[in-house]
């Protein structure tokens, strides 16, 4: 059978049903003044059990896996049927806002409850599920939730440690999971077909496009670097301007170089110097030595690969200039996560019904998608939070925008759940 489309009316109540959600879970935290759930603490074992309770009523079958993600599970018109999976996190940073991770979480149930309640089956199961960990807030490590669902977790993660000192394999344990069983929660390939997540937009984009909705293309990639520009020490008052050899002089132009060029590379572009120390770092004393970071990212790999080896060209170039040297440690790298073309241009077609027009952006901050994009081809659907704030407890979204978010994401699933014959193409 065929599922009808939400009305506005349908749409409006299950997005006061989703805010008040967000409120009931926000109330799940560490401490009460302050936003708080971590992996498996006894707020993450809370919050499974009401998200739990709420995939129950929209009629799914519940269960925690190995790992402590909650899924749920809409069957499809045949039994054991591949589901199109949909999800976000709820972990959450210290002192968070109240939508991030939550609100995908919910608004993928309140699609399956409108299914539930036409008792429509589509060829596709709906899988929901929320992850326990996406911010790596315990442990240091992020995605663990999203990473042992795609199987992706290496050996050695069961041994790393929380600021106490307490193991993951210790505090798998105590939350009732067994640490040796945690590859159970890995989906065999076949069992899913796609993997859809909606979230808060967590920049300013939507909101200065005077648009509620988006559609990502990619996540963003990211380098990270340590650099340092070495010249020599002096007296500031005995060595002429033309002798100097002042490495925080050259780090300054660089620096400068850094804003313009990346400014002028593309808007998906960005970086940043964001820390920086001179030494020996005295009044009266010319810099010997300026250490400093970049970090920049972007939805590409090449145009990124591109501009990071033009500023560490130019980084050189003024260092020769100076009589300095420049030299650059790159200590983590992240590669960009396209998001699939074909389930990008049902999401736009969903955006283009109750908009009227479907912007596409980058999302500048990782995502579960990341991990589930080894393995399944992705997308994400972005809501405007006001002001582009995010990881704070001023984070905000209207049920105006929730409203217009679960019309569309519901579109989209059930017209994805009903053409199986889709061309998903990974990658
Ligand atoms: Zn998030």
């Given at each position: 059978?065929?599922?009808a489309?939400?009305?506005?009316?349908?749409?409006?109540?299950?997005?006061?049903?989703?805010?008040?959600?967000?409120?009931e879970?926000?109330?799940?935290?560490?401490?009460p003044?302050?936003?708080?759930?971590?992996?498996?603490?006894?707020e993450?074992?809370?919050?499974?059990?009401?998200v739990?309770?709420?995939?129950?009523q929209?009629?799914?079958?519940?269960?925690?896996?190995?790992?402590g993600?909650?899924?749920?599970?809409?069957?499809?018109?045949?039994?054991?049927?591949?589901?199109?999976?949909?999800g976000?996190?709820?972990?959450?940073?210290?002192?968070?806002?109240?939508?991030?991770g939550?609100?995908?979480?919910?608004?993928?149930?309140?699609?399956v409850?409108?299914?539930?309640?036409?008792?429509?089956?589509?060829?596709l199961?709906?899988?929901?599920?929320?992850?326990?960990?996406?911010?790596?807030?315990?442990?240091?490590?992020?995605?663990?939730?999203?990473?042992?669902l795609?199987?992706?977790?290496?050996?050695?993660?069961l041994?790393?440690?929380?600021?106490?000192?307490?193991?993951l394999?210790?505090a798998?344990?105590?939350?009732g999971l067994?640490?040796?069983?945690?590859?159970?929660?890995?989906?065999?390939v076949d069992?899913?077909?796609?993997?859809?997540?909606l979230?808060?937009?967590?920049?300013?984009c939507?909101?200065?496009?005077?648009?509620?909705?988006?559609?990502?293309?990619?996540?963003?990639?990211?380098?990270?670097?340590?650099?340092?520009?070495?010249?020599?020490a002096?007296?500031a008052?005995?060595?002429?301007?033309g002798?100097?050899?002042?490495a925080?002089?050259?780090?300054?132009?660089?620096?400068?170089?850094?804003?313009?060029?990346?400014?002028?590379?593309?808007?998906?572009?960005?970086?940043?110097?964001?820390?920086?120390?001179?030494r020996?770092?005295?009044?009266?004393?010319?810099?010997?030595?300026?250490r400093?970071?970049?970090d920049?990212?972007?939805?590409?790999?090449?145009?990124?690969?591109?501009l990071?080896d033009?500023?560490?060209?130019?980084?050189g170039?003024?260092a020769?200039?100076?009589?300095?040297?420049?030299?650059a440690?790159?200590?983590?790298?992240?590669?960009?996560t396209?998001?699939?073309?074909?389930l990008?241009?049902?999401?736009?077609?969903a955006?283009?019904?109750?908009?009227?027009?479907?912007?596409?952006?980058?999302?500048?901050?990782?995502?579960d998608?990341?991990?589930?994009?080894?393995?399944?081809?992705?997308a994400?659907l972005?809501?405007?939070?006001?002001?582009g704030?995010?990881?704070?407890?001023?984070?905000?979204?209207?049920t105006?925008?929730?409203?217009?978010?679960?019309?569309?994401?519901?579109r989209?699933?059930?017209?994805?759940a009903?053409?199986?014959?889709?061309?998903?193409?990974?990658?």
């Amino acid at each position: 059978m065929t599922a009808a489309a939400l009305t506005r009316d349908q749409a409006r109540a299950a997005a006061e049903r989703v805010m008040a959600r967000c409120d009931e879970l926000a109330a799940i935290s560490e401490t009460p003044e302050a936003l708080t759930r971590v992996y498996l603490s006894p707020e993450h074992r809370r919050a499974n059990a009401l998200v739990g309770g709420w995939m129950r009523q929209a009629g799914m079958t519940v269960h925690q896996d190995g790992a402590g993600n909650i899924c749920g599970r809409y069957e499809g018109a045949t039994a054991g049927a591949r589901a199109l999976l949909l999800g976000s996190h709820l972990d959450t940073v210290r002192d968070a806002g109240r939508y991030d991770g939550p609100l995908g979480v919910l608004t993928a149930i309140e699609a399956v409850h409108h299914l539930h309640r036409q008792n429509a089956r589509l060829p596709l199961a709906i899988e929901v599920v929320g992850f326990g960990d996406e911010e790596g807030v315990r442990f240091g490590i992020t995605l663990l939730g999203s990473r042992a669902l795609a199987g992706t977790w290496p050996e050695g993660w069961l041994d790393q440690k929380d600021g106490e000192g307490f193991r993951l394999a210790d505090a798998l344990h105590e939350f009732g999971l067994d640490p040796h069983r945690v590859a159970d929660a890995a989906r065999p390939v076949d069992d899913i077909a796609a993997y859809l997540e909606l979230h808060i937009e967590q920049g300013p984009c939507l909101e200065q496009a005077d648009r509620a909705l988006g559609v990502v293309t990619a996540i963003n990639g990211a380098r990270r670097l340590n650099c340092t520009f070495t010249g020599q020490a002096g007296h500031a008052g005995t060595v002429p301007m033309g002798q100097r050899r002042d490495a925080l002089a050259g780090a300054a132009e660089w620096m400068t170089e850094i804003e313009q060029v990346t400014g002028r590379a593309g808007p998906d572009l960005v970086a940043t110097v964001g820390a920086l120390q001179c030494r020996p770092g005295a009044v009266n004393v010319i810099p010997g030595q300026a250490r400093l970071t970049l970090d920049i990212r972007g939805p590409e790999e090449e145009p990124l690969d591109a501009l990071l080896d033009d500023l560490l060209a130019r980084a050189g170039a003024i260092a020769e200039r100076r009589r300095l040297t420049f030299d650059a440690d790159e200590f983590y790298r992240i590669a960009a996560t396209a998001c699939d073309t074909g389930l990008q241009h049902h999401l736009a077609e969903a955006v283009m019904e109750v908009q009227g027009d479907a912007p596409h952006l980058p999302s500048g901050a990782g995502h579960d998608a990341i991990a589930l994009s080894d393995h399944w081809p992705v997308a994400m659907l972005f809501v405007r939070c006001k002001g582009g704030i995010s990881h704070h407890p001023a984070e905000s979204v209207t049920t105006d925008d929730v409203a217009l978010a679960i019309q569309a994401y519901t579109r989209a699933v059930t017209h994805l759940a009903t053409n199986t014959a889709l061309d998903l193409n990974h990658g």
